[in-house]
């Protein structure tokens, strides 16, 4: 019992947060980049960004880059709301400070007549990632 355990706990070391259980990522972590999206324009697509909840990676926030504008820093559980033109964009995610773990950069196709939502999550390897997610709304 004691093994499988041990399995079912190192397969995945952070959890998806559901949007409503995430907290708004603080004033104080919104970084330049954030006044571009902060608002619903005509035709702007809403995505949410969540990351998810967990002790490992918890000491330092991560910061969400879109085509290479810092926008906010998020910790663990902790969530944001864009309102994105459709177009092509760099979304890029790495720890701030970056002592380890590296820069992700993943292109994000945003479509009109959609929402999307994205979760942050990290691996017992120290590697974070940024996918797309049905389980966060």
């Known amino acids: 019992n004691s093994a499988l355990a041990l399995v079912l706990l190192?397969?995945?070391?952070?959890?998806?947060?559901?949007?409503?259980?995430?907290?708004?990522?603080?004033?104080s972590n919104l970084l330049?980049?954030?006044d571009r999206?902060?608002?619903?324009?005509?035709?702007?697509?809403?995505?949410?960004?969540v990351r998810d909840s967990g002790v490992?990676?918890?000491?330092?926030?991560?910061?969400?880059s879109i085509d290479g504008i810092a926008v906010a820093k998020l910790w663990p559980s902790q969530r944001i709301?864009?309102?994105?033109?459709?177009?092509?964009?760099?979304?890029?995610?790495?720890?701030?400070?970056r002592l380890s773990g590296a820069l992700v950069e993943r292109e994000v196709v945003i479509k009109s007549g959609k929402s999307y939502a994205f979760r942050i999550s990290l691996d017992w390897g120290g590697a974070f990632s940024l996918q797309q997610s049905t389980h966060l709304q």
């Open 56 to 64: 490992l990676g918890a000491a330092a926030p991560v910061k969400l």
């Open 37 to 49: 999206y902060s608002q619903p324009k005509e035709g702007s697509i809403r995505v949410i960004v």
């Open 81 to 97: 709301k864009l309102f994105l033109p459709p177009q092509d964009y760099i979304f890029a995610i790495e720890p701030s400070p």
């Open 10 to 27: 190192a397969s995945c070391a952070t959890s998806p947060m559901p949007y409503y259980k995430a907290s708004p990522v603080s004033t």
């Open 32 to 34: 330049d980049g954030y």
